[in-house]
């Protein structure tokens, strides 16, 4: 069964340090979303993109924080510099293109980040 | 931010019991789904109510949906060990194609 892929799986970085995050989605999913998740909270929407176009990215801190889907495959999520509030799980999720009458997302096992 | 607010936050019962679990939301949805996310890991999707849908069924999952109140419960019926994970509703906004906004989740332990 196909799966999103995500790389590396933990990571310890001290602040002010520059960190990368790398997602592959499902093969032919069209829409791919970086999620950021606090322990003990529910996971919250940094970017959404279709393609190789960025369709949501109001809650990612673009001071810090970017994101890039440049052939629309694989992605890279990156924190510079790295904050100690940045600590939490980041979630890579993908789905097929919209309209096509599946709406569930596909997770990957996430990216947990430690910043010291 | 989080769209949805579940009740309880957490909720331990004995293998074969039921558990229910509510979720509660802000705006007009197209749909919503609950997901399970085990210790540390990712996601896996459970199952997806339109707005139209009252209630559905898949396995041992009863999902009911009241657009009324804005609200939704999951039940899980004869609770398994292998059930122990969190739960969360995420709902997908009307106006807002393919992007879901999560509740805070509740934690479910199962014991024997």
């Known amino acids: 069964e196909a799966e999103v892929a995500q790389s590396p799986r933990y990571k310890i970085t001290e602040k002010s340090q520059a960190v990368a995050f790398w997602c592959d989605p499902i093969?032919?999913?069209?829409?791919l979303y970086w999620y950021r998740q606090i322990l003990g909270q529910g996971p919250e929407l940094l970017v959404q993109f279709q393609d190789e176009s960025v369709v949501d990215d109001s809650q990612l801190p673009k001071d810090r924080f970017s994101a890039e889907r440049l052939k629309g495959v694989d992605s890279t999520l990156k924190i510079q510099p790295a904050e100690l509030g940045d600590s939490a799980m980041y979630l890579c999720?993908?789905?097929?293109?919209?309209?096509?009458?599946?709406?569930?997302?596909?997770f990957g096992p996430g990216t947990r980040l430690l910043v010291l | 931010s989080q769209q949805g607010e579940e009740d309880p936050q957490a909720l331990s019962i004995q293998e074969g019991e039921n558990a229910t679990m509510n979720c509660s939301y802000k705006t007009s949805i197209n749909n919503l789904q609950w997901y399970r996310q085990n210790s540390g890991r990712g996601l896996v999707h459970l199952i997806l109510?339109?707005?139209?849908?009252r209630e559905k069924h898949s396995g041992r999952l009863r999902v009911t949906l009241d657009t009324s109140k804005k609200s939704s419960s999951l039940l899980i019926t004869a609770s398994r060990a292998a059930d122990t994970a969190s739960y969360f509703c995420?709902?997908?906004?009307?106006?807002?194609?393919?992007?879901?906004?999560f509740g805070t989740g509740t934690r479910l332990q199962v014991t024997l």
């Open positions: 093969s032919g999913h069209a829409t």
């Open positions: 109510i339109r707005s139209n849908e």
């Open positions: 995420a709902t997908e906004s009307t106006g807002t194609a393919s992007k879901l906004t």
């Open positions: 999720a993908s789905s097929p293109r919209p309209g096509t009458g599946v709406e569930t997302q596909y």
